[in-house]
């Protein structure tokens, strides 16, 4: 005999603002590792690409969810990763060894490369902008600086060597490149040039104030390491000098709840990285707040989970090293939707945020010589990009009888190599009473639309969903956008691409009630 599913209420508090968020947390990352690179964005001689060799199918895909920031080169691969050697003509430019991958690096895809797949990104709805990485690792501080001047000075005005130079390459006005990171992971052991907390706090001061003597107007994200010892120590040597403290998010196991739960333990670290901040604020020299970066983040990493391993090939045939490429399911997906909740709630802190990565390697598209595929990260992409507003606002969910729902979350993940200079590993977490319900509402600009974003994380269960928004809501129609799949583990796969896939439909409004099915999550688009 069926049961009736269990009333939940869900409120909206259309009075108050939690902030503004940035659309620069829907931002993307391309490295070069696996086929993210090549064969991935960029595959010229293939029929799928066009004249400068990208291939058209991923635009076409990405413009569809409007990429605000692409991250470049990387990544590990930024900590060995020599600027000049990818410009000028390709068929002149020296291929590399790449220390990070411990791969064959052909270099044809370089800076400029870089930055016209940004255009090519952007749309009338959505620019695409450029953030560097760069390399300090086994880089210099001149070369930093002149990376910079390289994009952004004006040879008409100053017409420095690497100003010129941009121009002999075919883009005499500059590039004007905002976002630039200094350094990635140094924390760690497996980074090209890893250092203490308090060596890296120097070296970007350094840097900070050179590259800024280049253009004054650019700005720049510190490596974060989401351990208090080592981002204390960062903010209080360096924290005058940038603008973003970055933190990176891996998770993903084969358990579906410590997956989905992994969402709340990442909206953890996020707060906890925003008080740190609004704690070394007034000892610092400035008056504009520090924001948060989550400039990598995903579902899994390549120390665990379902992966096919692609072979990194070099020029002589010889395989150096395996990459994988992740077969994402419903449950990555709706720890996804999780992190969106989380950086939705965080947005007077998180100003970006970039899935790693765009394409192949762990990417939200995979691509093959005929076509590509969408991957259920895609589809969630899809629906918080395409079906939120920029304004959050307070939600909160109760019971109509007894506590909501909850469940235990364990990660159960071997712990991986240590930092530099510390002795903690990446945290592990263990999480009781995470709700199986999630919602977050958010406003359109103009306060006409309300979106209120549902998660079940059930597995089996659904829940009646009461609705109460005060007496604002307008009668008329509201779209509903429903993220769900056949089941929590079968990946999409070019077989089988609609394993977990979004559906649309309409309903009367105001909605008042509303049944939230299993593992699913849901965006309600209501007129006020």
């Avoid at 300090?136 to 070369?143: A, I, Q, V």
């Avoid at 006409?448 to 609705?467: K, Q, S």
Wanted: net charge negative; glycine share 8%.
């Amino acid at each position: 005999m069926a049961t009736s599913p269990r009333r939940l209420i869900v409120s909206v508090d259309l009075d108050r603002e939690i902030g503004t968020i940035d659309r620069r947390i829907f931002g993307h990352f391309i490295e070069h590792g696996g086929r993210c690179i090549y064969g991935g964005v960029f595959e010229p001689g293939s029929p799928l690409s066009d004249e400068r060799g990208f291939r058209t199918d991923v635009l076409e895909a990405m413009r569809r969810l409007g990429v605000p920031v692409l991250r470049w080169p990387g990544g590990n691969f930024a900590s060995c990763y020599h600027w000049e050697d990818g410009i000028g003509p390709r068929e002149q430019r020296p291929a590399r060894f790449n220390l990070a991958w411990r791969a064959f690096e052909p270099n044809t895809f370089g800076t400029e490369e870089f930055l016209a797949y940004c255009e090519a990104l952007s749309t009338e709805r959505v620019r695409c902008e450029p953030y560097i990485c760069l390399n300090t690792g086994s880089g210099t501080l001149d070369e930093a600086a002149h990376w910079v001047e390289y994009c952004n000075v004006d040879a008409a005005k100053l017409p420095t060597h690497y100003a010129l130079l941009r121009g002999r390459n075919g883009h005499p006005a500059p590039h004007g490149v905002r976002l630039w990171g200094i350094g990635n992971e140094s924390y760690g052991s497996w980074q090209v040039g890893s250092s203490s907390a308090e060596a890296y706090a120097h070296k970007c001061r350094q840097y900070a104030y050179f590259m800024r003597a280049v253009d004054p107007s650019i700005q720049l994200i510190a490596v974060g390491a989401d351990i208090p010892a080592w981002d204390e120590a960062v903010l209080r040597l360096a924290g005058d000098s940038f603008d973003y403290l970055s933190i990176h998010q891996y998770h993903g196991q084969e358990d579906y709840l410590a997956t989905v739960g992994a969402a709340a333990f990442v909206e953890q670290r996020l707060r906890l990285l925003g008080e740190e901040i609004d704690q070394a604020m007034p000892g610092l020299r400035r008056k504009e707040p520090i924001s948060i970066a989550m400039d990598e983040w995903n579902a899994n990493d390549l120390a665990w989970g379902v992966a096919e391993t692609i072979p990194e090939v070099s020029a002589q045939e010889g395989e150096y090293f395996e990459v994988s490429e992740q077969e994402f399911a419903l449950k990555d997906a709706l720890f996804a939707a999780g992190v969106f909740h989380a950086l939705f709630r965080e947005c007077r802190h998180v100003k970006m945020a970039n899935v790693a990565q765009m394409v192949n390697f762990l990417g939200v598209l995979r691509t093959r010589p005929d076509g590509l595929l969408r991957t259920p990260l895609y589809h969630v992409f899809d629906l918080y990009a395409n079906h939120s507003g920029p304004v959050a606002v307070p939600t909160r969910i109760e019971a109509r009888e007894g506590a909501v729902p909850s469940f235990t979350a364990e990660d159960r993940r071997e712990p991986q190599p240590r930092y530099v200079g510390l002795r903690a590993p990446f945290v592990r977490f263990s999480l009781r009473g995470v709700p199986f319900v999630d919602a977050q509402a958010t406003l359109a600009a103009d306060r006409r639309t309300l979106f209120v974003a549902m998660i079940n994380y059930h597995p089996d269960e659904a829940f009646e969903v009461e609705l109460d928004a005060g007496r604002r809501m307008a009668p008329g129609v509201a779209q509903v956008v429903e993220l769900n799949g056949q089941d929590m583990h079968t990946p999409n796969t070019f077989e089988r691409p609609d394993v977990t896939r979004l559906a649309y439909r309409t309903v009367p409004a105001p909605v008042q009630h509303y049944r939230l099915p299993a593992h699913s999550a849901t965006v309600l688009e209501l007129p006020l």
